[in-house]
């Protein structure tokens, strides 16, 4: 039985043979059906310029899917601050928390969404990759605009995106919860996390270290069906290895058909025996023991496959686990 909240990352895959428009209704009726099972929050990934991930703000589909659910927490997981001013982050999330009292959150990250390098400068009107001290002041200075200069009443919760013992110790020193990118870094995670609760400093966002832990999670009736449905990220994943992300979503036919370079497979499921798939049995165990060892206080499941029905049925699966 998992015993800590959940939540859902969006990362909105576009689909071969689909159009991004096809991917904005997805989204939208994903957002209604977590609201339904009761999934605690929806974040949503900033990305740019990738046929397989839609260019989609975080502000706009957050505020889409605040004004279509009840309950479910909205937010970003993460706006990426070297993209934006820090003025423009605080007056978008502090309209949004205005407007949806007790229900946004603004996740902050420090990637630039793309590997695209002319894509990322244009984002940063010409400019370069942030430097650290660029970074923590466009945090702190987005977390102050939010109190001095919005100040439009509820405020949104902050939280510090991170895949590094460097974003953990931003986050412990400006105490912010921290939402680690288990499912990008997993290797990080264990000596991340006790720096983090280490060097925390009480603030008025967070009196205490808060830990989200995000987890690539893939559930379905068998082990043959859950590693099928991940076969498509499986392709990826391995054009990411190698800097690339200029292809489509395949689907899990095309997946199953790719030809991987030699090293490729043992690197996949290396990365996969961190994660969480399988069977509800075999995600049960895979989740408990990730709360065990990191001591997390919410997972947040990203679950990248193909199609809207599977995915949903993958929450499902998960969340009956919660209540078993």
Not at 90 to 97: D, N, V
Not at 139 to 165: F, I, K, M, N, Q
Not at 209 to 238: F, I, Q, Y
Not at 275 to 280: E, M, N
Request: proline share 7%; with cysteine; net charge negative.
């Amino acid at each position: 039985m998992i015993t800590v909240p959940l939540s859902a990352l969006e990362v909105a895959m576009v689909q071969t043979g689909a159009r991004a428009a096809d991917t904005l209704k997805d989204t939208t009726e994903f957002a209604r059906r977590l609201d339904d099972l009761g999934y605690l929050r929806l974040w949503y990934a900033e990305h740019h310029h990738s046929p397989a991930i839609g260019a989609f703000p975080p502000v706009v589909l957050a505020a889409h899917a605040a004004a279509l659910t009840s309950s479910i927490r909205l937010g970003s997981g993460g706006v990426l601050a070297p993209n934006h001013a820090p003025l423009m982050l605080a007056e978008q999330f502090g309209t949004l928390a205005a407007l949806h009292d007790g229900r946004i959150d603004m996740g902050i990250g420090r990637g630039p969404g793309t590997f695209d390098e002319p894509t990322a400068r244009a984002l940063r009107r010409g400019a370069g990759p942030a430097t650290d001290d660029e970074y923590r002041s466009d945090v702190s200075e987005s977390l102050r605009h939010l109190v001095d200069e919005v100040a439009l009443g509820p405020l949104p919760e902050p939280w510090l995106l991170s895949s590094s013992t460097a974003g953990a110790a931003l986050a412990a020193e400006l105490g912010l919860p921290i939402a680690f990118a288990h499912h990008i870094r997993p290797d990080n995670t264990l000596a991340a996390l006790r720096h983090y609760r280490e060097h925390f400093a009480p603030s008025r966002w967070c009196e205490r270290p808060r830990v989200l832990v995000c987890v690539e999670t893939v559930c379905a009736g068998t082990a043959e069906e859950a590693a099928r449905l991940a076969g498509p990220m499986d392709v990826v994943k391995a054009g990411l290895l190698k800097g690339r992300s200029d292809f489509p979503f395949p689907t899990p036919d095309e997946a199953a058909g790719h030809s991987f370079a030699a090293d490729e497979p043992p690197a996949l499921a290396g990365f996969r025996a961190q994660q969480a798939h399988g069977t509800p049995e075999t995600v049960a165990k895979h989740l408990a023991n990730l709360v065990d060892t990191t001591g997390a206080d919410e997972l947040m499941l990203v679950t990248p496959v193909h199609a809207l029905a599977d995915r949903l049925r993958s929450f499902e699966l998960v969340r009956a686990l919660s209540e078993a």
